[in-house]
Each structure stands twice: as C-alpha cells, then as structure tokens.
C-alpha cells in the first residue's frame, strides 16, 4: 500500500513548532526552575517555577503530554457533500463511561511523525487503512496546565485493514453519515474537544468541498 500525504505549508511551517512550556531565555518569560512530582506512562507532572512576561515569578502546575493525532475517517470522497464517516464508542474511565469520539493516538516514540502515528492510529483502532492523509490542524487541548497538542487529521480511500487494539482499550465502530456527527456535536452527544474540533474543522472547511476550493 502506498499512503499519499497530503501537506500544507502553513501546517509545517507554523503549527509544528514545539509546545510552549518553555524554559526562559535571558530576562524573557518562561521556566525558570522545575519541581517533579510525578513521572507516569504518559504523563510527566511537576511545578514549575516561572517568569511571566512583566517579569514577576510565580510556580504553575504543569502536566508533560508526548502529544496525540486524531483522525476523521472518510468512506468515499471528502468532496462529497455528506459522505460516510467512522467514530469510536469508546470506554474512558475519567469521563465516567463510554463517549463517542474519532480515532486518536499518542506517538510510539519520540519525534515518531504525526501522519505515521495517525495512519497507525486509524488502522489499529478501526480495522481501516487509508490511501490519503490530509492534516487539518493542531490544537491545545488545555494550555492552562498542560502542553498536550492534538494533530488533526482527515483519511479517505478507505480500504479493510488489521485492528489492533490495546489492552485497555475497550471500543466499538460506529459508520454514519457525516451530518449525523455534526448533529452529535450539536446535540451533547459528541462533548469530547478533539473530536468536535475534527468534526467542526472538516465541517467548516473540508466537506463536500472540490479539490482546491476555499483555499
């Protein structure tokens, strides 16, 4: 299989940057000094010491998140004007149930690239390859307290693949319309970020639209 990755300047120019718990430069805001408290699985948890742009200090927890990609699944044609998606009915315990969601993953090691770990992604968690990933974008999911930064993802040209879930992973493959997800976004039913910013993103700007066109 040959996977077609379709890139956009400002994508790779601006939006690929490194997070910006950043430690300070000279005078400059930033980390000044960092207290660890917790190293887990996928998260580092300390309080940092910080300057702040009016040069006065102060000490702000800080959560280390090796950052994620998130995947809208296309069946058919993103220039269709309502075509057919995939979502996940997922288990995740700190919501309190499952919610609804599209594919999403974190990186197998450091520097892995974002369309690698979304491809993989995507077909572990659905059973689906794709011969065509797109990025969208990338958002922070809470910069308050955290550099955690999800890449956004379209896939089309879909074709059966191999899943492979992990073990904690507890999940169904829901397929329907793409206006039906952005009525669940509309609705409640939908209420995780990544996934509504996906959805809406592709909504807005992707859907139904021909190659080329609101570029």
Known sequence: MTLSVRTRDFYYTTLTTEPMGHQAVGDGPGRIGRTPIHDGRRIQISVDRVRFPDGSEGDLDFIRHPGASAILPVIGQVSESDPEVLLLKQYRYAAGGFIVEVPAGCPDYEGEPWEV???????????????????????????????????????????????????????????????????????????????????????????????????
């Open 117 to 215: 770990v979304a491809s993989r992604e995507l077909e572990e968690e659905t059973g689906w390859r794709s011969k065509n990933l797109s990025p969208m974008t990338r958002i922070f999911t809470t910069p308050g307290f955290t550099d955690e930064v999800i890449h956004l993802f379209v896939a089309s040209e879909l074709e059966p693949g191999t899943s492979n879930l992990d073990q904690d992973e507890y999940l169904e493959v829901v397929r329907v319309p793409f206006s039906q997800a952005v009525e669940w976004v509309r609705d409640g039913t939908i209420v995780d970020c990544k996934s509504m910013a996906t959805i809406l993103y592709a909504a807005q700007f992707l859907i139904g639209r021909a190659e080329g066109q609101g570029d």
